[in-house]
């Protein structure tokens, strides 16, 4: 059965960093299109990144300049690497596989506060 777990959330201090992991089980990984969702308190869910095959990038302007998506096949692990974060981070991040069916993981738990 395909799964996607994340890990590496938490509470941070604004301007802090933090990575955040996804792997996938029981899938081809390296076919796959990859990304970040998040969804803030009464908030819709927003696409924050995403990752193709071949390692192109795309991010939302709220994230821009200070997010970073990466990929390593060899580790069937997708990342997100978040920098100079501020308290509008703040939400549940979820990885998701970009393909037909979607699959979402569970979603881990970001908060920015001082």
């Known amino acids: 059965q395909v799964q996607l777990v994340e890990s590496g959330g938490g509470l941070v201090q604004p301007g802090g960093s933090l990575r955040l992991s996804c792997a996938a089980s029981g899938s081809i990984f390296r076919i796959y299109e990859m990304g970040w969702y998040r969804q803030a308190p009464g908030k819709q869910r927003e696409l924050v990144a995403r990752?193709?095959?071949?390692?192109?990038?795309d991010y939302s302007d709220a994230v821009k300049g200070r997010f970073t998506i990466s990929r390593d096949n060899a580790k069937n692990t997708v990342y997100l690497q978040m920098n100079n974060l501020i308290p509008e981070d703040t939400a549940v991040y979820y990885c998701?596989?970009?393909?037909?069916?979607?699959?979402w993981g569970q979603g881990t738990q970001v908060t920015v506060s001082s």
């Open positions: 998701i596989r970009l393909a037909n069916p979607l699959l």
């Open positions: 990752i193709t095959t071949g390692g192109n990038t």
